[in-house]
């Protein structure tokens, strides 16, 4: 058998092989998709649609704090130092 011919048949059974991994692909997809739609929103977006709050609420308090902190290193020193003597 020449080696074109090899090349040429190993060339088309990795183009088949793309190919049925595209459609097995596909249709999973679809199947995922069908199932969402027939039993609504899945656990995975409703642990994500909760994670997302508690991430903003945590960037919200950093950016307090960060807000407070921002405040100290641009005072003056010697009226942060007073403050810091109020509180203790």
């Given amino acids: 058998m020449p080696l074109e011919e090899m090349f040429l048949n190993m060339l088309l059974v990795v183009l088949v092989f793309a ?3 595209g459609l097995t692909s596909m249709f999973l997809s679809h199947r995922r ?3 969402e739609i027939k039993y609504g ?3 995975r ?6 994670e997302n709050g508690q991430l903003r609420e ?3 308090l950093m950016q307090d704090r960060l807000a407070v902190l921002e405040q100290i290193a ?7 130092a ?4 109020k509180l203790r």
């Fill in 19 to 21: 190919g049925v991994m």
């Fill in 33 to 35: 998709s069908m199932a």
């Fill in 41 to 43: 929103k899945s656990d």
């Fill in 45 to 50: 977006e409703a642990d994500l649609t909760e």
């Fill in 58 to 60: 945590t960037v919200s």
């Fill in 74 to 80: 641009t005072d003056p020193a010697r009226r942060t």
């Fill in 82 to 85: 007073d403050e810091i003597e």
